[in-house]
């Protein structure tokens, strides 16, 4: 098994920066990719940015494409989302979640809010 925990959500200024973290912890040798996904009220939840844990190619959803970075620390065990130029509309809980080609492991979510 492996565990993941999400922090550096909160409520932030349109225009504004976050960065999130998250922690990976178990069975690490288990996953070759981490990622971030988002989801508002309302809808399904969508993959916001990839990153393999190998060799740490990056693969960026069109709403994160410009202004969010991922990024990974594999001797902490530890994957980022950068998150600048925050707008209304990126509200939503941001998951964290981990994997190989078999099977995939989830946390439990941070909300980020972005007020106008």
């Known amino acids: 098994q492996v565990r993941l925990v999400e922090s550096g959500g909160g409520l932030v200024q349109a225009g504004g920066s976050l960065r999130l973290a998250c922690a990976a912890s178990?069975?690490?040798?288990?996953?070759?990719?981490m990622a971030w996904s988002r989801q508002a009220p309302g809808n399904k939840r969508d993959l916001v940015a990839h990153?393999?844990?190998?060799?740490?190619?990056?693969n960026y959803a069109d709403c994160g494409q410009g202004r969010f970075t991922i990024s990974r620390d594999n001797a902490r065990n530890m994957a980022y989302l950068q998150m600048n130029s925050l707008k209304p509309e990126d509200t939503a809980v941001y998951y964290c979640?981990?994997?190989?080609?078999?099977?995939?492991?989830w946390g439990q979510g941070t909300q980020v809010t972005v007020s106008s």
């Open positions: 990153i393999t844990t190998t060799i740490g190619t990056t």
């Open positions: 979640n981990a994997g190989n080609s078999y099977e995939d492991y």
């Open positions: 178990g069975n690490i040798f288990r996953i070759n990719y």
